[in-house]
């Protein structure tokens, strides 16, 4: 069996995250190496130092990896670190001090994490360029394949969004809007001075699914920024690729500024469900199309910019299988084959999750769709594909189609 091996660099490339190569404007300081090496001693030992207690020999690791980009008084106590007596049980607490020290926490090393070292080197978190939030997604997904799903996987916008000039302007309309609304909180002064920052990506699990999006986070500048910022935070915007403002029927996380002050303001469409479409019971899957496709085609006439999740489900009819189509057990059988015979790998096949679609569309000629992936089995290792997708006559079995989830296909085709 032909095995393809591809890593999440290539999954990102592939799904048109990366724009440009993943390190480009990065640099070269040494630093650098010293924060990956950090990073592949947690992924061994664990995300939390605490997790570290007791595991003198990784924080020695830590410490002996810090000494070429160390200098002055860290470079002296290193030393000593590194030239501590050998069964000195003080050793352990001697470089959680000195850790951190180092990073601020004096008097609680369990407040260091991975980020305190990055951002020695870039500054603080939100003043990151595209490709820096990039590549550092790429290193969690490196690092971190299956114990970091909260994450948003940042990339740099490619050609099929709109410039982030573009998306910067329609989101401090929105934000100017709901300015004027009686719901802006009291504490926040209307004339304030006010800045946004701006990023792209799209969360780790809807990664296969959905597409990247602006995340513009308005604030107002201080003093005593909290961890991370370098403003106030305040509220924030999310801008489609095509350069709408989006609101819960995108994503439940992408509230538009109005839901996010609660404003009383009639919504197009009812909050999605937590879950992904995809993932629905088939019988949810009908419900909703029996009820939303015929009003989507009215909806799209005056708003054909709209890629929501109603835009994206109602794309299909689906159904239930009747008594001729064959269950939804040997669909799963026939699209994991199917998979195989494209390329992919056993082992991913055997950990990918399935997700199923009983497309009725053409009511003659109804449809199983598979899609496979290990982001839906939360099982994905570096080197993983986004997923493959099947279809097959619903009544014969006979596959009709098979692919990989990349950007050559319209995220139409994974419905």
Not at 112 to 141: C, K, L, P
């Amino acid at each position: 069996m032909k095995k393809v091996l591809i890593s999440v660099t290539a999954l990102c490339l592939a799904l048109g995250i990366f724009a440009v190569a993943v390190g480009e404007g990065i640099g070269t300081d040494p630093r650098i190496a010293y924060y990956e090496t950090v990073l592949g001693l947690m992924s061994e030992n664990g995300i939390a130092y605490w997790d570290w207690e007791g595991n003198v020999e990784a924080k020695l690791q830590w410490v002996r990896a810090m000494a070429p980009v160390a200098g002055g008084e860290d470079a002296v106590m290193i030393d000593k670190l590194l030239n501590h007596p050998e069964g000195d049980d003080t050793l352990e607490q001697l470089i959680d001090d000195f850790l951190a020290k180092h990073y601020g926490f004096e008097g609680n090393s369990d407040l260091i994490a991975s980020y305190h070292i990055i951002e020695e080197v870039w500054g603080v978190r939100t003043d990151w360029s595209f490709a820096q939030n990039a590549q550092e997604s790429e290193w969690f997904m490196r690092y971190f394949p299956t114990t970091m799903w909260d994450i948003m996987l940042y990339s740099i916008p490619d050609e099929n969004a709109v410039p982030p000039e573009e998306a910067l302007q329609v989101a401090w309309e929105a934000f100017n809007d709901v300015k004027n609304l009686s719901v802006w909180p009291d504490s926040w002064d209307r004339d304030d001075e006010y800045i946004a920052k701006i990023e792209y990506g799209v969360h780790k699990t809807d990664v296969a699914s959905y597409p990247p999006y602006y995340t513009v986070n308005f604030g107002t500048p201080t003093a005593n920024p909290e961890p991370g910022h370098s403003y106030a935070p305040r509220l924030s915007c999310y801008i489609s690729r095509e350069g709408q403002v989006m609101d819960r029927s995108y994503h439940r996380s992408t509230g538009s500024p109005a839901e996010g002050l609660d404003a009383e303001l009639p919504p197009p469409f009812e909050a999605v469900p937590f879950m992904r479409f995809s993932e629905w019971s088939l019988e949810e899957k009908a419900e909703f199309s029996d009820a939303w496709r015929p009003m989507m085609e009215e909806y799209m006439e005056e708003h054909p910019l709209y890629r929501g999740m109603y835009y994206y489900e109602t794309l299909h009819a689906y159904g239930l299988p009747d008594q001729d189509s064959i269950s939804q057990e040997s669909a799963g059988r026939i699209a994991r084959e199917a998979a195989l015979a494209l390329g992919a790998a056993e082992d991913y096949v055997a950990r990918a999750g399935a997700h199923f679609f009983y497309d009725v569309t053409d009511e003659e000629k109804p449809l199983w769709k598979v899609f496979l992936s290990t982001l839906f089995s939360y099982d994905i290792a570096y080197q993983d594909s986004p997923g493959y997708f099947a279809v097959m006559d619903a009544h014969t079995g006979e596959v009709i189609d098979t692919y990989e989830r990349t950007s050559e296909r319209p995220l139409e085709d994974y419905r």
